[in-house]
């Protein structure tokens, strides 16, 4: 409540500089429903774009709260902060502003598949989040819940389909902030007092983005007790909402499970019995707006490591009749299991555990890898096997959180329901795991809300052009069994779909076409496009033969002739030499490039692999009407093609390979062996 009362206080100051604005209308272009991770990004992503935005969210204390792990980023999940940023999102800008502990993983591998990562500190993430949305201009935010979709039939001939237009609050679940429908920002001649709405008031809009997360018809577990809930702390999505989506709508909804580990009192853990995990000297910030980190690199926090033990087997096995999360059906994450699944899927093994500080002040350290559901007295005794945690002391316990989840395969790309015009699902809630999923289909999804109010056609983003479109893809074209999480394998162009170009991918046409990029970002994207150009061709222009560039440069390998010219471009290629090597050779002409150094490097790298791909998709283009042979045994082509898509192949049996391309979970790459196979044969 103290919080919430500062809260307020920074509220008044926005709201006096934000004057004639309508605190109180019932109408909206678009209303966004959750303010996790996809709701925010898609309620400013909306704004940005000119619509008038609500976002309504169960508690606005908990706008941009990080239910589980405080961490962002990592392998694929930084490509999407990356990106998510490119188009002038927010979480990478949150990223600089609350990491504690940056390092990039994968770094043994090439640039194109780093994975940008921080620890965070919950509070200072919460607090980016909630300062961008409140001056956020044409963003209004209300506490309350949503209970109801309106929805109307516009064609009574086309039964199973629906038009949005708005939403309908219920009784918010009473807590000790919780307040029905309570405005936020507050009017300044309001301030203290507690706006109320009438909950059975509809608001209307012709866009609504759902982002529920794990609030749909969400359960939570412990031990054996059960309870309803979206999250510790947070009550259950109001039921009416399932209703709509379910009976109303007709939509298919499955079930999914996740879990959280127990916080554990940082004083009680005996850090010498652990492996120290420095972070990275320079921290490199996500956002391309930004230079350094909040966080100076002496400031840094490190991260342990250490292990289970043959007890954490045995306390898990003895208590599986007590735990019910494990007994249900619905499928958890697999690339973040609970410690109950690892051991016995793994009996045995060693696991490892990671212990990661929760924020620059905060007293807690959270145990990745040890995500458990067991009754609270038997959490502290698992806690206890492991050596370093022998005396360990538990805040809070760890549980297990059940929720619904809309089969994405019932969206379109722009991530709006076919069945039901203005009507968009982002995040969890499309059967996804993890923030930066989340904020990355929040962000497009709030762009295309943004867009159908505004009475423009929607966009999409391809797998060829973002790891956003990527994920996207895989989503309606081939749904969910499991939570989906990204992996940089999913992307066929991570060559070219890198988190040091993604400003250079996305940010021109956000600006351009998209329009949900600001011009002070837009500018600085098209400075540095201009000026990699122009290192490029400086790096062309200068040519030598082989043996010269090793007279200049000292010894280095090259495989060329002695009498093969080569360019500075093409001898960035090479390992063993850097952009400052060419540099110092030719001052006069590269010196002034210094500050692309590492982005050329990388460039001249991946370039020719690049080259050929966008070769490839080329042709793919030129060849679109080419017929295919309508006797084709898909199920044996001997090509290198999944057997997902040799289904959808064989079952729809396209005539051209333009069609083919269109058919949900066809990939590129597969488009590329098939259009190779009938130019072989046929
Ligand atoms: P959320 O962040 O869940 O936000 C949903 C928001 O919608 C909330 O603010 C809620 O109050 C609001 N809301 C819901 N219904 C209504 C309504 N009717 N009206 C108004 N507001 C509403 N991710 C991982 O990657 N790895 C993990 O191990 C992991 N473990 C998790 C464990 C637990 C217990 C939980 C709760 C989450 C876990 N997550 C994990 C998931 C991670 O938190 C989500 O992926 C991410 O937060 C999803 O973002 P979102 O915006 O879709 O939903």
Known sequence: AQKLHLLRHNVLSFVSSRTGSDLTRRQYDVIVVGGGHAGTEAAAAAARLGAETLLITQKIMTIGALSCNPSLGGVGKGQLVREVDALDGLCGRAGDSAGVHFSILNRSKGPAVWGPRAQLDRERYRQFIQSELLSTPRLTVLEGSVDELLVSQPNPEEPGHHRVTGIRLGNLPQTSHNKLGEFWPIPPDRAGVTESVDGSHPILSSSVVLTTGTFLSGSLFMGQTTSPGGRMGDAQSCAGLSYTLKETLGLRVGRLRTGTPPRIVKESVDLSLAQLQAPDKQPTPFSFLNTHTRCKPEEQLPCYLTHTTPGVERVVRESVHLNCHIQQDAKGPRYCPSIESRVLRFPGRRHQVWLEPEGLTSDLLYPQGLSMTMPPELQLRLLREIPALHRAEIRTPGYGVQYDFVCPTQLTPSLQVKSTQGLFLAGQINGTTGYEEAAAQGLWAGVNAGRTALSLPPMALSRTQSYIGVLIDDLVGRGVTEPYRMFTSRAEFRTYLRPDNADLRLTPRGFEEVGCVTLRRYKKAVSVRDGLQEALMALQSVALSSTRWREKLGNISLSENKSTTLNGLDLLQYKDVSFEMLASAFPECLSQYFEYSQRLKIEAVY????????????????????????????????????????????????????????????????????????????
């Open 607 to 682: 370039r020719p692999h690049c080259e050929k791909q966008s070769r490839e998709m080329e042709r793919i283009r030129s060849e679109e009407s080419l017929s295919l042979p309508s006797d084709m045994d898909y199920l044996s082509l001997p090509v290198s093609l999944s057997q997902e898509v040799r289904e959808i192949l064989d079952r729809v049996r396209p005539n051209t390979l333009g069609a083919a391309t269109r058919l949900p979970g066809m990939t590129p790459a597969g488009i590329i062996h098939l259009l190779n196979y009938v130019l072989r044969t046929g």
